[in-house]
Nanobody, 123 residues
Framework: QVQLVESGGGLVQPGGSLRLSCAASGFTLDYYAIGWFRQAPGKEREGVSC????????HYADSVKGRFTISRDNAKNTVYLQMNSLKFEDTAVYYC????????????????WGQGTQVTVSS
């Protein structure tokens, strides 16, 4: 069964950190760019970060630059999103998705999606 599974979300105080994981089963992530997206209540989904299939190219939304780091471990078939200095406005459901490239993910040409993991930043 082909699926992406996000994990690592939770409740954290402002300024805290979380590491999200996006694990694939039933297929290999090696040939895919992987994007992280988020959707807060009442808001549209937005792109957060993306990493190329090789891992050599990464992209970040301006709102998370300098705080979030995307990485991948193809041996573990997993992509990570390290989130530091979390803010209230980072609260959202975070999703990962596959794409042929980050450029294609950016314009909505995507493949598999995970079910999402909730991140709540609250004091």
């Amino acid at each position: 069964q082909v699926q992406l599974v996000e994990s690592g979300g939770g409740l954290v105080q402002p300024g805290g950190s979380l590491r999200l994981s996006c694990a694939a089963s039933g297929f290999t992530l090696d040939y895919y760019a992987i994007g992280w997206f988020r959707q807060a209540p009442g808001k549209e989904r937005e792109g957060v970060s993306c990493i190329s299939s090789s891992g050599g190219s990464t992209h970040y939304a301006d709102s998370v630059k300098g705080r979030f780091t995307i990485s991948r471990d193809n041996a573990k078939n997993t992509v990570y999103l390290q989130m530091n200095s979390l803010k209230f406005e980072d609260t959202a459901v975070y999703y990962c998705a596959t794409g042929a490239s980050c450029a294609k993910l950016r314009v909505g040409i995507d493949g598999y999606w995970g079910q999402g993991t909730q991140v709540t930043v609250s004091s």
